[in-house]
């Protein structure tokens, strides 16, 4: 717990995990699980912890240079409105882009969809000392393919097995993997659209495609549900993020990072080159 800040009363990573017999249904989108703040004085908070998160991903970008090649693949799902946008805007853009690959998934063009569903997402995985952020993801091949049956069940079915395999691989092979499914409300997805549909700066966020998608509510409820009971594995955990709060979603998924990042154990890598000589030989310069 050593720098959490202390309106935390557990690290999120442990609050946050999805654990074998949790319902969504339960889940309460406007709560702030673990955080005894509020929105007064989450701002302060968030930049202190922005730029905790900016130190340790520039570190793992250098590490990246001198060779090691670990990095870390930050996965968010969710429902419209739930606040990807604003993750990779408030969160991960307070970090060095030089060190971040972020790729949004839509509906597949038509050469991805020519290929395995696989294909797009390994290409688009973080190379060494990066962090690579996907805006949806492979989870997208049994979440919108389920609930709308683009293809047959036999073919939806086996990807659960097949993701967790794949997930596997990426982290044995060095990439950390931080799932977060975003939850918001029904109500609060009501709020936030209307917004957009208030605001000139905001319509460019407004896809009336997206009304449609709220009439299948409990089709993707039951589409999610099955995603965490069977792709939240011991290498690649969900967390379940309650977004009706901007603030604490904020804050939630900057922490899970920096837990992240803290795993890894970085420190500055050493110099490839005698410093004090270098040194000497630039004041001769
Ligand atoms: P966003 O809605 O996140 O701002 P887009 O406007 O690009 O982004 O829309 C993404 C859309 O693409 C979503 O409706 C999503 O369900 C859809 N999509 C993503 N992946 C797939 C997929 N594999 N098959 C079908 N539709 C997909």
């Known amino acids: ?164 395999a794949f997930e596997e691989e990426l982290v044995d092979s060095g990439t950390i993997v931080v799932k977060c499914a975003m939850f918001v409300s029904l109500d609060e997805q009501k709020r936030r659209l209307a917004e957009r549909l208030d605001r000139p700066d905001r319509y460019w966020k407004y896809n009336p495609g997206d009304l449609d998608e709220r009439k299948l509510w409990p089709a993707y409820q039951e589409a999610y549900q099955a995603v965490l009971d069977r792709t939240s594995t011991d290498h690649a955990p969900w967390f379940v993020i309650p977004c009706d709060k901007k603030w604490y979603t904020r804050l939630a998924i900057n922490e899970l990072l920096i837990e992240a990042l803290k795993s890894m154990k970085l420190a500055w890598p050493p110099p490839g080159f005698d410093v004090e000589a270098e040194k000497k030989k630039l004041a001769q310069s």
């Open 1 to 164: 717990m050593a720098d959490l800040p202390s309106q935390w009363t557990h690290e999120p990573h442990h609050i946050l995990q999805f654990r074998a017999g949790d319902k969504i249904a339960d889940i309460d989108t406007d709560s702030s699980p673990g955080y005894t703040g509020d929105k007064d004085g989450s701002a302060e908070v968030q930049a202190e912890r922005n730029e905790r998160f900016a130190g340790l991903q520039e570190m793992l970008y250098a590490n990246g240079k001198a060779g090691d090649s670990r990095s870390l693949l930050l996965v968010l799902q969710g429902m419209d409105t739930a606040g990807k946008g604003s993750i990779v805007k408030h969160v991960v853009g307070a970090g060095n882009p030089q060190g971040i690959q972020y790729t949004s998934f839509g509906v597949p063009t038509e050469e991805e969809r020519a290929h395995h569903y696989l294909w797009r997402i390994r290409k688009a995985l973080p190379a060494a000392g990066h962090i690579g952020v996907f805006d949806r993801s492979h989870y997208e091949d049994v979440l919108v393919v389920r609930v709308h049956e683009l293809v047959p069940r036999e073919v939806w079915e086996p990807r659960y097995d097949e993701i967790n």
